[in-house]
């Protein structure tokens, strides 16, 4: 995904103190921010021109500390023809020096009006996301009470007419057939539609129908935390499915593993009451609940009670 400097300036609401249509159509290719404190005093050795710049109180302190000709050779200096933007933050004041060589060198300067740790999150998240390497994966992705499930199986078996169903029961689509997905860090993954499909729902024998329009804005979800995997596959019987929840099956995504819950489709089961159960099931094993260690516990002092009683 290619990401512009004025990409950014519209998601972090950013105001362009300058910056030609060229300069903010210049690209950002790395996911890395900058916070150029020892490049202050002089020292580039290490210095990485190619990232966003985001001067804070701080630096901007500093800044505003030195003579006006030294203020404009540092500023020179860090000013390159790779730099994206340079970024104050805080509405801090923008020195005329910062200008100059901002128009000399050719280099975006924006501001923001929040705390300098803030911006920098909401900055690197956004550009993160962008800039990650997604992985296409055939399934529909749904946003039930919070958590993100991957609905797969096999073509056919009914995926969105169950998504379609779990929108009619108040839960969220945020992307049906095919959704990007893309690691947030090391044990977080996201997904999103990809854009042509944005919103947009495939239910066979009645063709292409728009979820926001249909349902209105509260049925649909830009992107998603993935928590959950589902795997719909047809019912068979001799076939052995878990039955007591202690599979702890996995599938893993772009590097990040995620549970994933098998479950058995036939005539006249409700498949997405039966999803609602395991992602409310799941949530409840993250905040420490699990039922089936519950009913083990209960097992084991049942045999143990027969057993002192047969005694």
Request: proline residues 3%; hydrophobic residues 40%.
């Amino acid at each position: 995904m290619t990401l512009t400097v004025k990409m950014l300036v519209d998601k972090v609401k950013l105001e362009v103190i300058y910056g030609t249509w060229e300069l903010l159509n210049k690209e950002i290719t790395t996911s890395d921010i900058s916070r150029p404190g020892l490049e202050m005093t002089g020292y580039f050795t290490y210095y990485s021109p190619e990232r966003v710049q985001l001067l804070g109180m701080k630096e901007w302190s500093y800044l505003m500390s030195m003579t006006s000709h030294n203020r404009y050779a540092v500023l020179s200096e860090m000013f390159k023809p790779e730099t994206p933007a340079i970024v104050v933050a805080r509405n801090l004041e923008i020195p005329e020096e910062m200008l100059q060589a901002a128009k000399e060198k050719g280099t975006a300067v924006l501001r923001g009006r929040i705390p300098t740790s803030s911006l920098s999150g909401e900055m690197s998240w956004y550009i993160h996301s962008c800039l990650a390497e997604r992985t296409s994966v055939h399934g529909v992705l749904m946003d039930i009470y919070g958590m993100g499930v991957l609905i797969q199986g096999d073509s056919g078996i009914g995926k969105s007419e169950t998504g379609l169903e779990l929108v009619k029961r108040g839960h969220r689509l945020v992307a049906d057939d095919r959704v990007d997905v893309y690691a947030k860090d090391e044990e977080t993954l996201w997904g999103e539609p990809a854009e042509i499909l944005r919103h947009l729902l495939e239910i066979r024998g009645v063709g292409i129908i728009d979820i926001m329009s249909l349902y209105g804005a509260s049925a649909v979800k830009g992107s998603s935390q993935i928590q959950l995997a589902i795997y719909l596959e047809n019912f068979e019987a001799g076939k052995v499915f878990d039955r007591l929840g202690n599979s702890n099956e996995e599938i893993e995504f772009a590097g990040v593993k995620i549970p994933r819950v098998r479950i058995p489709v036939k005539t006249g089961r409700n498949v997405s009451v039966v999803i609602e159960a395991a992602a409310m099931n799941h949530r409840a094993r993250l905040m420490g609940y699990d039922a089936t260690k519950t009913f083990e516990d209960r097992l084991t002092a049942l045999i143990s009670q027969n057993g002192a009683t047969n005694d």
